[in-house]
T-cell receptor, first 116, second 114 residues
Framework: NAGVTQTPKFRVLKTGQSMTLLCAQD?????MYWYRQDPGMGLRLIHY???????AKGEVPDGYNVSRLKKQNFLLGLESAAPSQTSVYFC???????????????FGPGTRLTVL | AQSVTQPDIHITVSEGASLELRCNYS??????LFWYVQSPGQGLQLLLK??????LVQGIKGFEAEFKRSQSSFNLRKPSVHWSDAAEYFCAVAQTGTASKLTFGTGTRLQVTL
């Protein structure tokens, strides 16, 4: 049982390049989330998904796209990377809080992205 | 909209001393409250959570937190800090019901001196 895994762990991009971050979970969670963590700002929600095939915007969605084609995977894409997207990205997953009665989220180890 | 304030950016305590990390939240109804810990280069690990019931919540690693509705606070405590507790601590609040978005505080970095 690996929990939440993220690929890659580190990445350096040049401005304008594109990339996709992969998040996978093996806990059969319905909900999945992408956050970014910047110094002094805590974690901010980028996008989230409440089920396969559905996505929604979070607090800071601009410049990112997401897809949830399979229940266990949640992809975060940067179409044209900018230096402002230099950050540590965390994926998380949870059960449906409406049915499970909990909002507890389980986090992956993070991806450190640098955009030059 | 909900919000979380962690007024202390950085705290230093001696090993064996007691610890209290402050967290204040803003939310109209009874919130779900969490404390997470992040060791350097790692992801976030849940320490404890409050949903309802007993306002004093016990967590892992000897941590506890008390929900005080009148003060809109959910402070984290530990009676005796260990050097391995050095990390960054995040308080978070979530809406009750079906919405599950967590709002995090900006974090408190704990340094432990020997």
């Amino acid at each position: 049982n690996a929990g939440v895994t993220q690929t890659p762990k580190f990445r350096v991009l040049k401005t304008g390049q594109s990339m996709t971050l992969l998040c996978a979970q093996d806990m059969n969670h319905e909900y999945m989330y992408w956050y970014r963590q910047d110094p002094g700002m805590g974690l901010r929600l980028i996008h989230y998904s409440v089920g396969e095939g559905t996505t929604a915007k979070g607090e800071v969605p601009d410049g990112y796209n997401v897809s949830r084609l399979k229940k266990q995977n949640f992809l975060l894409g940067l179409e044209s990377a900018a230096p402002s997207q230099t950050s540590v990205y965390f994926c998380a997953s949870s059960y449906n809080p409406g049915t499970s009665g909990t909002n507890e989220q389980f986090f992956g180890p993070g991806t450190r992205l640098t955009v030059l | 909209a909900q919000s979380v304030t962690q007024p202390d950016i950085h705290i230093t305590v001696s090993e064996g001393a007691s610890l209290e990390l402050r967290c204040n939240y803003s939310y109209g109804a009874t919130p779900y409250l969490f404390w997470y810990v992040q060791s350097p280069g790692q992801g976030l690990q849940l320490l404890l959570k409050y949903f309802s019931g007993d306002t004093l919540v016990q967590g892992i690693k000897g941590f506890e937190a008390e929900f005080k509705r009148s003060q809109s606070s959910f402070n984290l405590r530990k009676p005796s800090v260990h050097w391995s507790d050095a990390a960054e601590y995040f308080c978070a609040v979530a809406q009750t019901g079906t919405a599950s978005k967590l709002t995090f505080g900006t974090g408190t970095r704990l340094q432990v001196t020997l």
